[in-house]
């Protein structure tokens, strides 16, 4: 680092970012909707009536293992709070965590860790997110204003327990060999977000 710094010959001050105009949308709800659906996803208005472990089983129809440590879901046959360990979830058709806020500009949803085991995000076939729809920020700016302002929403700690947390949008895809797009190539093949009413 030192040979670095000590060939710098001009140096420039960090620009003032206090005037960035950053994007915003008349409904930031539609928008995360159809940025969800370009990004290859899926977001799916839950009627406030709506049993969300009927429609999760609708959705899946072939899941046999479904992960969740969510008290209303009651279709999850493991729960990642009370596995040995990360690979006990190997074989997840679908798992199923709660997001704290969306992103309309690029779908992103922030997820703290609120389980023990994390993988459960990375290593299901599928993800469900669980989210409510007043939760919807316009952009990253007010994404990380929200993280770094406030330490709880709704009295859920925005990274929980276990000081983790990540934003995801879509499901994983790659098309860096060949330029084929290859969906959950890392991680969940499908992402789908249930939009609530709170």
């Given at each position: 680092m030192k040979k670095y710094r000590a060939n710098v010959r001009e140096k420039f001050d960090m620009p003032d970012l206090s005037n960035i105009k950053a994007v915003t949308y008349a409904d930031p709800l539609a928008q995360f909707i159809s940025m969800t659906k370009s990004v290859g996803g899926n977001a799916i208005e839950v009627e406030r009536d709506q049993?969300?472990?009927?429609?999760?089983?609708?959705?899946?129809?072939?899941?046999?293992?479904?992960?969740?440590?969510?008290?209303?879901i009651t279709c999850a046959t493991r729960n990642p709070d009370t596995v040995s360990n990360a690979a006990d979830l190997n074989g997840t058709d679908v798992g199923i965590v709660r997001g704290c806020f969306g992103v309309a500009e690029n779908a992103c949803v922030w997820i703290p860790q609120q389980m023990k085991e994390k993988a459960v995000c990375f290593i299901s076939e599928n993800l469900v997110i669980l989210l409510p729809k007043s939760q919807i920020v316009n952009n990253m700016h007010e994404a990380y204003a929200r993280l770094s302002a406030q330490p709880s929403l709704n009295g859920e700690s925005l990274f929980d327990q276990y000081g983790y947390g990540t934003f995801i949008s879509g499901p994983s895809k790659t098309a860096d060999i060949a330029q084929v797009l290859v969906m959950g190539a890392q991680a969940a093949r499908t992402a789908t977000v249930l939009l609530l009413d709170e």
């Open positions: 049993d969300v472990n009927v429609l999760i089983r609708e959705l899946f129809l072939e899941a046999k293992e479904i992960a969740s440590n969510l008290p209303e």
